[in-house]
């Protein structure tokens, strides 16, 4: 099938489906065309008006695996809030919990009961040692970020290619012709990250070791698989050899299951046997609420509180944040990590997810496109390439914004929400075979007539 006249297929059909997306939804739009709402760009978070539709569906209810919108056009979410809900919306023990805290008091900036028991579960499910407790993963990443280059006495981070470790400056860059540079929507820079940060290719091994070699590098952060610029799976191997090259040139190895919280119980890092120095994990780990956690090693720890105390002898050390830590975090976190996150709800999610690999590969197979299906657990991509990416220099090759938005429109006016960015698909232990077969079906429906006007 050539390629262009795939992408003129998808511009005829975008250009539909966005008029049925806009006749669909006057409230919505009108929201947007008279603002009043006294939010900047009439959304609480700009980038939410970043999604590929003509303006943002608002939202009336989420619960389980499905949404609503104020002009009552109902979706089955395989969004899940970009994994802020991968466990459904509103999950039944995180509502008791939050209804639960709200009559013991939300923030007293000091523990709560539930301190040892969330403790315990956090080093079952995760496997590491120490844990603090913060809003966000781009909090977590920060503040490790800081620890490793204490306990180090080390500059620098390393980063790869296109990845995604929340708001945290120094993880926000680009490799360019062989250079680390802030990425272009970085606004207010006001630092040269190239004094902070080493940037690159993921799967890389010798330029792992050329730039561990210099001596400088505090810790490597890495996504187990990268998950921002378009799914790239580790090559065989590469985590051993991660791990191998990190410690033998005393760096330290931080992993952020940021997304691979998908990929099963207590994530990539447990399924697949990782062994980091640092471990973040946020989004659903608190079933919705604002809550991100991250883990050390005993050394990494013992390490902290060595430099801490010879610099301050107090928590004031520009790590933590006022309201992290609250007891509504950890009554939502012991909720979630005993009743939600179980391993029972991985092998459903990842039980559906099998379901849609296999429905998506074969629609791809038989309308005869250069696709194929990337994978991580529960979450699954449209890799607009016919074999698997190796680095994000291959995934922005691969990447095609006409034929993105015109599949997640037409997904969209068909009752199914994906994620905003490449088409993830995020199975939920809420999702039915239903929704499933629904998803898998629409997605049918859409090749058909992509590949028809073609």
Known sequence: ???????????????????????????????????????????????????????PVVISKATGSEVWDVDGNHAIDFCLGDSGAMFGHGPQPILNALAGASTLGLTTMLPSKDLTAVGQLLRATF?????????????????????????????????????????????????????????????????????TTVCIPFN????????????????????????????????????????????SHGTLLHIDETHTISTGYGGYTKVHGLEPDIFVVGKPVGGGIPVAVWGMTDDVASGFDAVRAANTGTG????????????????CLKACLEEVMTPEAHNTMNRLADAVETGFSAAIKRHELPWHVGRVGARLEIVFSPHPLLNASEAHEAANPTIQKALHTAFLNLGYLVTPFHNMVLVAPTTSEENVAGLVASFEKILDRMTKAA
């Not at 739009?29 to 980038?47: C, K, L, M, R, T």
């Not at 590491?128 to 306990?151: E, G, I, K, L, Y």
């Not at 561990?212 to 191997?237: F, Q, R, S, W, Y």
């Not at 944040?321 to 609250?326: A, P, V």
Request: hydrophobic share 45%; net charge negative.
């Open 204 to 247: 890389d091994v010798p330029a792992l070791e050329a730039a561990l070699k210099e001596g400088d590098i505090a810790c490597v952060v890495a996504e187990p698989v990268m998950t921002n610029c378009g799914m790239i799976l580790p090559l065989p191997g590469f985590h051993k050899t991660l791990r191998e090259l990190t410690r």
């Open 316 to 331: 004031h050390s520009g790590i933590g944040t006022t309201l992290s830590g609250s007891a509504l975090q950890l009554a």
């Open 1 to 55: 099938m050539n390629s262009d006249s795939i992408v003129t297929a998808a511009k005829q059909i975008l250009a539909e489906e966005t008029a049925l997306f806009t006749g669909q939804r006057p409230r919505s739009q009108e929201i947007f065309d008279a603002p009043s709402s006294g939010f900047f760009n009439q959304v609480p978070q700009y980038w939410m008006r970043d999604w590929p539709m003509p303006f």
């Open 127 to 195: 496997g590491m040692s120490m844990w603090q407790v913060t809003a966000t993963a781009s909090d977590a990443n920060r503040f490790a970020f800081r620890v490793a280059r204490a306990v180090t006495g080390r500059k620098k981070i390393l980063v790869f290619d296109g990845c995604y470790h929340g708001a945290a400056d120094e993880a926000l860059v680009d490799l360019v012709d062989g250079q680390t540079v802030a990425r272009n929507g970085l606004l207010g820079q006001a630092v040269n990250l190239a004094e």
